[in-house]
DNA sequence: TATTTTTATCACCGATTGGTGATATATTGT
DNA sequence: ACAATATATCACCAATCGGTGATAAAAATA
């Protein structure tokens, strides 16, 4: 019997290591990137922060490895979704855009990635953005591009300006409890304007 | 002859007092707030922390009045421009979005105190949003809100997702090199593409 | 010239920062 | 049972942080 039950040691390094890896998000969520000191995140992880070097080698390759460790872009991957799109992508642009709206908003630990990334240009961020890229570049080269032909470019112009408006709006609510443009994006009709507006920019683009 | 001649002391409180702000706003350019360390703003003044202290209080005050010295709103001022603008303020809009758009990648000290106010709640920087808000409003309540009547908040809404999306590029245009929906916002294709964007927006909205 | 006030510097403080060598303890292998 | 290794803790380091009392020196005032 005893023989069969499961052996899980109170020394265990996986265990440890993911406890950094959460101390990490923890701090992310509620200090921001200013907080990840080593001395708080080991006392955040309950651990010495000795371990914190022997398994991560340094507090950056630690900050390195939760950012891998996250797949914040699964949210709003583009799918082939089986039945041929013949608006030229006019529907999944606006849900996409709608539900990064939603997302980021309520991801506090990706609003302060993406303010992360406005402020250093750290390796593990930079491939954050080119998986954007790829990601976004699915939608535009396989749907968009082909539907506006000549007009290609202005149609990532746009939404590179409504993707931008959507991040800075969400990170902006949250930090401040002040309106923008006499919006006040706390509340679900301050929010749902904004979700008409992208819906009619969309529409007016697709004419 | 010699009566006459300006007296200029060694010692000067105004001249050191500004030694200080300079410093603040040499370092913001550099380093970003998260270079403002009491010992390094001392340093760049070329003067003792000590002073800081006796003419400032602290550190937080030096940067408050910093702040408040800046009027960074001065270029989106919206003028009575005398003649009676009968489009609704179109032509208004599409200027100062493509302004705006200009003035903020040009201005680093204003990318960082935009920054600033998505990762702080600190009340000087709430006194900027204000001015924005009131400089923002006199757009609306006095032009825009009349011509739209009942889509006048879904007019402000358009506004403020340009609005944010332009201070979102241009911030990371500056600290990456990475292309953004396809588009590389550092060079001058890029940048026009974003701004016919913007007045392509415009026009569909007046429509 | 002598005195007072303003301007500026210096030396130092305790707290916190990132980082490491020595050591203890648990687990595994022989 | 014993040795070897992996896991975890502790005490300590130099550097830097924000902040201050004592003091020097220049300028203003008498």
Do not use: H
Request: glycine share 6%; hydrophobic share 35%; aromatic share 12%.
């Amino acid at each position: 019997m005893k023989q069969e039950e499961e052996i899980k040691p109170l020394r265990d390094k996986e265990k440890s290591k993911q406890k950094f890896l959460d101390a990490v998000e923890k701090i992310l969520q509620t200090k921001g990137f200013s907080g990840l000191k080593v001395n708080d995140i080991a006392r955040t992880a309950g651990l010495d922060k000795k371990l914190m070097y022997t398994y991560f080698g340094s507090r950056d390759q630690l900050i390195d490895e939760y950012i891998r460790s996250q797949d914040f872009w699964s949210n709003v991957k583009v799918e082939p979704t089986g039945p041929v799109i013949d608006d030229g992508g006019k529907a999944l642009s606006k849900m996409m855009l709608i539900s990064q709206f939603d997302y980021v908003f309520k991801n506090k630990e990706f609003q302060k990635i993406l303010l992360w990334g406005l402020l250093e240009n750290r390796k593990s961020l930079k491939k954050l953005a080119d998986d954007r890229e790829e990601n976004g570049a699915m939608l535009f080269e396989s749907i968009t591009d082909p539907y506006f032909k000549e007009n290609a470019k202005r149609y990532r112009a746009i939404i590179a300006l409504l993707i931008s408006g959507i991040y800075y709006l969400d990170i902006y609510a949250t930090t401040n409890d002040c309106t923008f443009c006499g919006l006040d994006l706390k509340t679900t009709e301050g929010r749902s304007e904004i979700e008409e507006a992208l819906r009619f920019l969309i529409d007016k683009t697709y004419e």
